[in-house]
Structures are given as structure tokens and as C-alpha cells.
């Protein structure tokens, strides 16, 4: 079985980080385009950020210059550093995957990733 598990969320106050880190087991993140979305009550499932396997980055314009998506490939693990958090950041956050290689540009939709991870809370106050 495919598994995508998230882990770091929680509470933190206003300005302050955490890494999120998924974890996969079933694919190895260097084959894949891997991204982290984020939803909150009465919102739309959003994409925040994605990694190609060529390590070309994307991010939403809202965290532009506050968050950074990276990967260990010998981890076999994806991560996103959340710097100089806000409020409007509360969300629970998924770890998605897919096999193909989206063109730049194209990678926000949520129905093109296969894979998904349960999700990690946060919190931000």
C-alpha cells in the first residue's frame, strides 16, 4: 500500500515556525512531483506548494518568502519549513503525490495527485 504520513503540525503563536514532514512509504519521493495542500472550515482545498522531481519549486502566492518546500531524497522525506506564520495559515495540511512531471504552472489542481496523506494540524493564534 501507498501511505503518506504527515507529521510537525501544532500550535504555535503569531511569527513563530514549524516543519512539516511527510513521510511516504510505498513510493520514493524522487520519483514523484510532491506537493503540500491545506484546508480550512468552509474553504477550498488549496494548494500551497510543490516539488518537482527535477527540484523545480512552486509556491501560492500567499506564502511566497514564508515557506519552503524541500526533499531528502536518502530520508525519502518532503518537508515545509513554515516561517513567519499567520493566522489566515491555520489549516489542516495534506501531503499529495504523483508519479507524473507537471509542467510549471500546472500543479495546483488537487485531482491531478494520486497519493494523499491524512493531514497535520495547524494552528495558528
Known amino acids: 500500500q501507498v501511505q503518506l504520513v504527515e507529521s510537525g503540525g501544532g500550535s504555535v503563536q503569531t511569527g513563530g515556525s514549524l516543519r512539516l514532514s511527510c513521510a511516504p512509504s510505498?513510493?520514493?519521493?524522487?520519483?514523484?512531483?510532491m506537493a503540500w495542500f491545506r484546508q480550512s472550515p468552509g474553504k477550498e482545498r488549496e494548494a500551497v506548494a510543490a516539488?518537482?522531481?527535477?527540484?523545480?519549486?512552486a509556491y501560492t502566492d500567499s506564502v511566497k518568502g514564508r515557506f519552503t518546500i524541500s526533499q531528502d531524497n536518502a530520508r525519502d522525506t518532503v518537508y515545509l519549513q513554515m516561517n513567519s506564520l499567520k493566522a489566515e495559515d491555520t489549516a489542516m495540511y495534506y501531503c499529495?503525490?504523483?508519479?507524473?512531471?507537471?509542467?510549471?504552472?500546472?500543479?495546483?489542481?488537487?485531482?491531478?495527485?494520486?497519493?494523499w496523506g491524512q493531514g497535520t494540524q495547524v494552528t495558528v493564534s
Open positions: 516539488i518537482r522531481r527535477d527540484d523545480l519549486t
Open positions: 510505498g513510493l520514493s519521493v524522487s520519483d514523484f512531483s
Open positions: 499529495a503525490a504523483d508519479r507524473r512531471s507537471f509542467r510549471s504552472g500546472g500543479w495546483t489542481n488537487r485531482d491531478d495527485y494520486t497519493y
